[in-house]
């Protein structure tokens, strides 16, 4: 989707390893999102942002790190990769009140063995 | 806490028929958006429809139309003259306008068009 890039797309790491992963917009929007998308499974928000400096916890944010400290850049961090938090990760972000659309990254897979 | 419920994990029909996928949710919320996005076997999120809360109106784009039944917090989606292109997951989600910024998508539905 134009206008919002994850990196990277692929990922394998093992156990107890740590990794970033980066969504970018360049939108300008205030809000942002990362979930996780497990087979047969919903989008589960994991946290998300309303404007640069802020986080929120999502429903499963056990494991998970986030920064916003650019506008445009939500990092999310796995600080001790488990097997469990094998899954694809989407971003979304979205402008401000009065949305008109909800714009996705194209997901990043990450395997964790 | 904000919840979007979708209670048809599966569904399937024939191609040229009509169906309609059902979400209820749950916000405190007066003002929101709903949406309901598509995910194709390629995990591309397409947008399908959205609708206002404050819109009394029912959202429609071409083939596909919502029943959006606030009082009762129901937002159902149908989709007519269902094509093979049709087959994909569909999420329901719902935004609140102020105060709860929390994007929440309900589990999803698997839909078939049967050829």
């Known amino acids: 989707n134009a206008g919002v890039t994850q990196t990277p797309k692929f990922r394998v790491l093992k156990t107890g390893q740590s990794m970033t992963l980066l969504c970018a917009q360049d939108m300008n929007h205030e809000y942002m999102y990362w979930y996780r998308q497990d087979p047969g499974m919903g989008l589960r928000l994991i946290h998300y942002s309303v404007g640069e400096g802020t986080t929120a916890k999502g429903e499963v944010p056990d494991g998970y790190n986030v920064s916003r400290l650019k506008k445009q850049n939500f990092l999310l961090g796995l600080e001790s990769a488990a097997p469990s938090q094998t899954s694809v990760y989407f971003c979304a972000s979205i402008r401000d009140r009065g949305p008109n659309t909800i714009y996705f990254g194209e997901g990043s897979w990450l395997t964790v063995v | 806490a904000q919840t979007v419920t979708q209670s048809q994990p599966e569904m399937s029909v024939q191609e040229a028929e009509t169906v309609t996928l059902s979400c209820t949710y749950d916000?405190?919320?007066?003002?929101?958006?709903l949406f309901w996005y598509k995910q194709p076997p390629s995990r591309q999120m397409i947008l399908v429809i959205r609708?206002?809360?404050?819109?009394?109106q029912n959202a429609t784009e071409n083939r596909f139309s919502v029943n959006f039944q606030k009082a009762a917090k129901s937002f159902s989606l149908k989709i007519s003259d269902s094509q093979l292109g049709d087959t994909a997951m569909y999420f329901c989600?719902?935004?609140?306008?102020?105060?709860?910024?929390?994007?929440?998508f309900g589990t999803g539905t698997r839909l078939t068009i049967i050829p």
């Open positions: 916000t405190s919320e007066n003002n929101y958006y």
């Open positions: 989600a719902v935004i609140s306008n102020f105060g709860n910024e929390k994007l929440t």
């Open positions: 609708q206002e809360a404050y819109k009394q």
